[in-house]
T-cell receptor, first 113, second 113 residues
Framework: KAGVTQTPRYLIKTRGQQVTLSCSPI?????VSWYQQTPGQGLQFLFE???????NKGNFPGRFSGRQFSNSRSEMNVSTLELGDSALYLC????????????FGQGTRLTVV | GESVGLHLPTLSVQEGDNSIINCAYS??????FIWYKQESGKGPQFIID?????DKRQGQRVTVLLNKTVKHLSLQIAATQPGDSAVYFC????????????FGQGTRLTINP
């Protein structure tokens, strides 16, 4: 059974650009959560999608957005990139509503220059 | 490899010794707790979880202890091995599941031969 797949693994973008990251959950999983990981702030929750609906949202500006497709694949978008957006972006999937275990992908390392 | 934290608390133990990693969580209303292990270049990996109606749970070589009075969580690893070297995070949830987690800062565990 394939794990959570995030693409691309690495990205370099320029300030002011936008970026789209992709997450394919484990087959059959319907919940996808996104996290930002930085040395200074650690792991912080961005948002969670379940059955194509955003169910939870963290404390990030509106430049951070996401969506989920009918096949449960999810994308997150960051517009007007800032240097501080450089981070490892992780997604996690779980199998059903209020499931207890979330499986993480390897992340996308975004560098903003 | 990935740098998950430049100023993490660190713990060094001898191979074969037991390790205890501590975590103070933030919200007294949290009802579900997880320990994750993150190796360089990888996403967090589930180790063990515990619900707020329990104070101890054991897995294979790992034990989690929960003290709700002082909002403290600990992870005990028995007979540590070189493969246990990683950053360990505790995470809490208000919703009884792993869809929206609040992570601690992490502890870097180093196993000395």
């Amino acid at each position: 059974k394939a794990g959570v797949t995030q693409t691309p693994r690495y990205l370099i973008k320029t300030r002011g650009q936008q970026v789209t990251l992709s997450c394919s959950p484990i087959s059959g999983h319907r919940s996808v959560s996104w996290y930002q990981q930085t040395p200074g702030q650690g792991l912080q929750f961005l948002f969670e999608y379940f059955s194509e609906t955003q169910r939870n949202k963290g404390n990030f500006p509106g430049r951070f957005s996401g969506r989920q497709f009918s096949n449960s694949r999810s994308e997150m978008n960051v517009s007007t990139l800032e240097l501080g957006d450089s981070a490892l972006y992780l997604c996690a999937s779980s199998s059903r509503d209020r499931d207890t275990e979330a499986f993480f992908g390897q992340g996308t390392r975004l560098t903003v220059v | 490899g990935e740098s998950v934290g430049l100023h993490l608390p660190t713990l060094s133990v001898q191979e074969g010794d037991n390790s205890i990693i501590n975590c103070a969580y933030s919200n007294s209303a949290s009802d579900y707790f997880i320990w994750y292990k993150q190796e360089s270049g990888k996403g967090p990996q589930f180790i063990i979880d515990i619900r707020s109606n329990m104070d101890k749970r054991q897995g294979q070589r790992v034990t989690v202890l929960l003290n709700k009075t002082v909002k403290h969580l600990s992870l005990q690893i028995a007979a540590t091995q070189p493969g246990d070297s990683a950053v360990y995070f505790c995470a809490e949830s208000l919703k009884g599941g792993a869809q929206k987690l609040v992570f601690g800062q992490g502890t870097r565990l180093t196993i000395n031969p």
